[in-house]
């Protein structure tokens, strides 16, 4: 009887232990979502620069401390398996699911890259490109991407897209960006109307034109869109600001916005 006991305690002990490295995992798994949550909102209020907020703590630290936080939840998974797999299974599965659904994110983020050309910006016209206002030019900043007639992507950029111009990559992947021809009854006036609907900043408009700024809500990523409302068609242009790939999100927005102003 006597030597039963310790042996009884020795085991709770261990659960006891096994419990709390699974809760301990669980609180590690936290951080990274929680830190890039922190860092989303930062530099979408301006208090980091893009820079350091996507490219230095999104792209290069976050992975790492996904990677530490998959390696303590993987280890806690295995520990709670063999010692209480009842109470601690749970936590330490929920810590290798959120840590993985992260580096799932990280990987599918590089994927777009590959699959995506290395653009940002997106016209519905070519031949009579869509232009920007000075003014508009001047709210960019002189580190946005700048707004070239006939941009073209750097050769050492891109095994499959370097040396290629924009008008040529729109045309294999956004080909539905195309010149409105249905503009009877639409109007500047309905044109910003539908844009702040939409959770555009209106820069400036006129009866032939409409300026317009979308800023997506996780890293504060700026677009500059215009509008030129013509006699021939309308024509749509939207280019980011910050000089990297935007994964097909011009494309998408410039095919959006064709939608919403057939609609008028």
């Known amino acids: 009887m006597t030597e039963d006991l310790p042996t009884s305690g020795h085991k709770q002990t261990n659960k006891k232990k096994g419990l709390s490295f699974a809760h301990f ?9 929680l830190f890039l949550l922190g860092v989303m909102m930062a530099s979408n209020l301006g ?11 999104t792209l290069n630290l976050a992975p790492k401390m996904a990677m530490g936080a998959m390696v303590v939840s993987g280890l806690s998974l295995l520990i709670s398996l063999f010692m209480a797999p009842g109470r601690c299974g749970p936590w330490a599965l929920a810590a290798v699911v959120l ?24 016209a519905t016209n070519w031949e009579r490109p869509v232009s920007l206002s000075g003014k508009l ?11 070239e007639d006939v941009p073209r992507v750097p050769r050492n950029e891109s095994m499959d897209w370097g040396g290629k111009t924009i008008p040529e990559i729109n045309a294999l992947a956004c080909p539905r960006a195309r010149t409105i021809t249905k503009k009877e009854g639409v109007t500047s006036q309905k ?12 820069f400036g408009s006129a009866d032939w034109r409409v300026e317009a700024t979308y800023q997506d809500p996780f890293y504060g990523f700026k677009s500059d869109v215009v509008i030129r409302l013509d006699p021939n068609g309308i024509d749509i242009r939207s280019v980011g600001r910050y000089p990297m790939p935007d994964l097909g999100s011009n494309c998408r927005r410039v ?7 057939e609609a008028l």
């Open 25 to 33: 995992a669980f609180m590690v798994s936290l951080v990274t979502p």
């Open 47 to 57: 208090y980091i620069s893009h820079d350091l907020g996507f490219k230095t703590l």
């Open 99 to 122: 840590t993985g659904s992260l580096l799932g994110g990280f990987w599918w983020y590089q994927k777009a890259l590959k699959a995506n050309p290395p653009i940002g910006d997106v």
């Open 137 to 147: 030019i001047e709210a960019r900043g002189a580190d946005a991407r700048p707004v």
């Open 191 to 202: 044109v910003v109307a539908m844009l702040k609907a939409n959770d555009y900043v209106v």
């Open 255 to 261: 095919i959006d916005l064709i939608h919403k102003i």
